[in-house]
């Protein structure tokens, strides 16, 4: 089974021709990804890319970016702190509205 880790996990897409697909409408990463979760029951996808999301939206794919993977692992408890992660994000071209990474460091981080 080439399309399957040794977990049993699905590793690429099945069907290509979503692939082919949606590559037009996305980078090559996304579209992977995108195409992947197509073809699971209850995916949730790691997109931070807009138009990747809005793809995830017309095809109605439930989705999260990193800050929400982040946010998810702070309120389980298996990071003790937003903030650092929040500073490597700030030191990067990731575009995401300081306001949003100061409220959830204000909301989580007390």
Request: proline fraction near 5%.
């Amino acid at each position: 089974m080439a399309n399957a880790s040794p977990l049993g996990w699905k590793c690429a897409p099945w069907k290509t021709d979503l692939l082919y697909d949606y590559t037009e409408k996305v980078d090559i990463g996304e579209a992977s990804a995108i195409a992947l979760a197509s073809e699971i029951p209850s995916p949730l996808l790691i997109l931070d890319d807009l138009r990747g999301r809005k793809l995830a939206d017309q095809l109605r794919l439930d989705y999260t970016g990193t800050v929400g993977v982040l946010t998810l692992a702070r309120k389980r408890g298996i990071i003790d702190s937003l903030h650092s992660y929040f500073d490597r994000i700030r030191a990067t071209n990731f575009r995401i509205p300081e306001r949003l990474l100061k409220a959830l460091e204000e909301t989580y981080d007390r």
